[in-house]
DNA sequence: CAGTATCCAGTTGGATACTG
DNA sequence: CAGTATCCAACTGGATACTG
């Protein structure tokens, strides 16, 4: 039962719902394409099952999301209704980029930001055949290396060796490359300043920026005209 | 101290400020114009004044709204930060009036309801002098008359009887006029069924409709091609 | 006018374990 | 896979009173 704000005034009962923790995260999920309560865990990874459930329940029951049974596989999806949201959540995260820039400890999280990078891999700019890259964190004392796989079939990620040939091996510290992720940072000086390595054949360090699609806003101008990170070429 | 999501995720890390409750309230009264503690309360009868200056100090914190003191007078108002905040609160009061139209009982509250119309009267079209709307709501056992004092120097609201003279009396439940306020029902089908009674001289009633504004939102589409309410003429 | 101080009941949600 | 169940510590915010 969300709590009541005592008004009439449409923002306030949109908020009565939208401002409950974690609540428009879970929609922001629902946007990206999760379907099933693990995938959305995967996408919320601080965030108990007890929870998610309850928030998927207020979202069924306010219209947002509806909940769909077929044989024993549950599918979630946003209706109508909580399609509309997606401009306020574009929105939210341009102005989240514009104006909250700084990020906490607490804040990076290798494996967010692995499957962030994996659900935007350009795979139609990486080579045929199967392509590993891995990702190295050195600073950190556990999940150092990451391994992104991407083949035909789809990209997968994973913590331990697949055991396939690597193409390129990507070096960072991990507020670097989240930083770079959301633009922040641009490609072009994380790897001049040698903040972020790549190593394997020239030419496929050359073309992994491409390879890696930035977040959603990386390109979202930033107040008071500091330099814009630039796209990969 | 806002409560932490764990995630880089510019949305999130908007939604660790945004959705804490009563913020985007407090947001949105600023951007109605409300630059006082006390005319912020005017707009939130419902939070209490720790809160708000809790939130307050929050927002200022984080940049959104900044404080100003001159002599013994605090003013607040929001920064470049604050105004990009309203596309968004627009968009959630569009999306609120679409997808939440229901209202509670509690929700309705003439004084917040006088409070906006008395923010939105075109002072253009009232007559020149001075004018006296009573609003009266029968069903009440409390807060049954309010005034609306319309005159050159600004419109106030009162809930006892100035004693000027009136020219014109709206009778009508709080229901059925908090909903023509938010545009769910048109005047002309108020007035046509006999739900808002309007007493005085004919041509003050018929003017009526044109002197109060109603709110931003009122002409929102809706779902499902319901027959949208009309402007006044 | 513009808040602060205090108290405390109620709610929230994290952790953990478990189920059909 | 898709959740429930339970417990409880921490936080939140409402009420009320008070201050410079």
């Given at each position: 039962?969300p ?14 719902l939208l401002d409950e923790r974690w609540t428009l995260l879970v929609v922001r999920e629902l ?6 309560f693990?995938?959305l865990r995967?996408?919320l990874?601080?965030m108990s099952p007890a929870l998610l459930s309850k928030r998927l329940h207020t979202l069924v029951r306010a219209?947002v999301v ?10 979630y ?157």
């Amino acid at each position: 039962m969300p709590s009541q704000y005592g008004q009439f005034c449409p923002v306030a009962k949109a908020m009565e719902l939208l401002d409950e923790r974690w609540t428009l995260l879970v929609v922001r999920e629902l946007m990206l394409g999760s379907r099933h309560f693990n995938a959305l865990r995967r996408g919320l990874p601080r965030m108990s099952p007890a929870l998610l459930s309850k928030r998927l329940h207020t979202l069924v029951r306010a219209g947002v999301v509806e909940r769909w049974e077929d044989g024993n596989r549950v599918t979630y999806r946003l209706t109508e209704s909580g399609r509309e949201l997606e401009p306020i959540v574009d929105a939210l995260g341009r102005w989240g980029i514009r104006w909250i820039p700084e990020l906490g400890d607490a804040d990076l999280d290798p494996h967010l930001l692995l499957w962030d990078i994996h659900r935007n891999v350009d795979t139609e700019a990486v080579p045929d055949g199967r392509t590993v890259i891995v990702f190295s964190f050195p600073e950190r004392a556990t999940a150092r290396r990451w391994w992104l796989v991407i083949a035909a079939d789809g990209v997968d990620v994973c913590d331990v060796d697949p055991g396939f040939p690597v193409r390129v091996t990507v070096q960072a510290d991990l507020r670097t490359l989240t930083r770079v992720w959301r633009g922040d940072l641009a490609w072009s000086e994380a790897l001049g300043s040698g903040a972020v390595l790549l190593r394997g054949e020239p030419q496929a360090c050359r073309a992994l920026p491409r390879w890696l699609r930035l977040s959603s806003v990386a390109l979202t101008p930033r107040p008071g005209g500091s330099p814009q990170p630039v796209a990969a070429r």
